[in-house]
């Protein structure tokens, strides 16, 4: 009975879409975008139990359909199987000019947050005066800033 209803609900799908390029004319809904998701796998996988994939290959318009999805959004899937082609003259260092400035922030802003981290949590506190251990006298902030 399940496999009725699924041939069934393909040859409505197959009336529906008639000669049309989608289901709502000549540019895809997502409506197009779900049925294409659905029938593809089916269409394209290798299944122990082939009746409905029959079925759907004797649709020509959804097989149609389905091929004309796949050559359109993806043009390196033509059996192939691999992606498409990046352009000429890309290098991998010139994929993203700003890589390495944007490496370089990424270091600072962890390292601005790590010490932050400290600072606020107590881990590393700056201790302004007095003697320090073992008798030396710290830094004091206080005449960097009054010189400045």
């Avoid at 122990?48 to 389905?66: A, I, M, T, V, W």
């Avoid at 932050?116 to 206080?142: C, D, K, N």
Wanted: glycine share 10%.
């Amino acid at each position: 009975q399940l496999y009725r209803e699924a041939r069934e609900c393909l040859t409505l799908l197959s009336q529906r879409l008639g000669s049309q390029k989608f289901f709502f004319g000549d540019s895809p809904a997502s409506l197009d975008a779900f049925v294409f998701s659905r029938l593809a796998p089916l269409l394209k996988a290798k299944l122990p139990n082939g009746k409905l994939q029959q079925h759907l290959k004797s649709l020509q318009n959804l097989c149609n359909y389905c091929t004309s999805i796949l050559s359109l959004y993806f043009p390196w899937d033509g059996g192939e199987g691999r992606p498409p082609p990046h352009p000429a003259g890309s290098g991998e260092g010139e994929e993203d000019p700003h890589k390495r400035r944007n490496q370089l922030l990424s270091v600072l802003v962890g390292l601005v947050a790590m010490l932050g981290y400290a600072f606020l949590s107590g881990i590393v506190s700056i201790q302004r005066g007095g003697v320090g251990p073992a008798g030396r006298q710290p830094i004091a902030m206080e005449e960097e800033e009054e010189e400045e």
